[in-house]
């Protein structure tokens, strides 16, 4: 079955710094990849996605490229604000099923400092 | 633009009480699912609807019964709760299939004792 692994938190950063969290699956198709953002007290909110090979999927400075050859969805900031502080999601939508069948990985919570 | 609407946004059952979550979606998505979260386990299917009278099981059903009588509304139903339920629901919303995305309601915190 599908499976999503992701590095596990908290990740705590000083505003200005550098993130990566690491995402890799297992899929027995060809899906699609997704990074969700969950702000305290909220509901889960889309940040990005890919759909195939090669993709890089950006929004509000953050950045993940599909990898197929490493089955990995990394996601990247060059400067972190402490706005950013939430728990985040990689997921992903088998392309044979529907998109409400997303497949999540257990969650980081990044926390950033002033 | 309401999105995706779950109510209550709290609920304490006592073991063995019935309760139904509700959801509400206004864009006219074919695509529902209720999800359960977790910590440490990140969010886990119950059961999906790709439509009006259709409703297939997810990753964890047992204890959970769904319908979907119209595109709008997605009411998840305990007939019988235990402590194991005790987590923060969320029902989401598609259009349809591979890369769309899935909105998400604001989620219902439940607490079994």
């Known amino acids: 079955g599908n499976s999503v692994t992701q590095m596990e938190g908290p990740v705590t950063l000083s505003e200005e710094a550098f993130l990566t969290i690491n995402c890799t699956y297992t899929a027995t198709g060809y899906p699609s990849l997704f990074w969700y953002v969950q702000y305290p007290g909220e509901g889960l909110q889309l940040l990005l996605k890919a759909t195939k090979a090669d993709d890089k999927g950006s929004n509000k400075g953050f950045e993940a490229t599909y990898r197929k050859e490493t089955t990995s969805f990394h996601l990247e900031k060059g400067s972190v604000q402490v706005s950013d502080s939430a728990v985040y999601f990689c997921?992903?939508?088998?392309?044979?099923?529907?998109?409400?069948?997303?497949?999540f990985g257990t969650g980081t919570r990044l926390q950033v400092t002033l | 633009n309401a999105g995706v609407t779950q109510t209550p946004k709290f609920q304490v059952l006592k073991t063995g009480q019935s309760m139904t979550l509700q959801c509400a979606q206004d864009m006219n998505h074919e695509y529902m699912s209720w999800y359960r979260q977790d910590p440490g386990m990140g969010l886990r299917l119950i059961h999906y609807?790709?439509?009006?009278?259709?409703?297939d099981q997810g990753e964890v059903p047992n204890g959970y019964n769904v319908s979907r009588s119209t595109t709008e509304d997605f009411p998840l139903r305990l007939l019988s709760a235990a402590p194991s339920q005790t987590s923060v629901y969320f029902c989401a919303s598609s259009l349809g299939t591979g890369g769309t995305e899935a909105f998400f309601g604001q989620g219902t915190r439940l607490t079994v004792v």
């Open positions: 997921a992903l939508s088998d392309r044979t099923g529907t998109a409400s069948k997303l497949t």
């Open positions: 609807s790709v439509g009006a009278g259709i409703t």
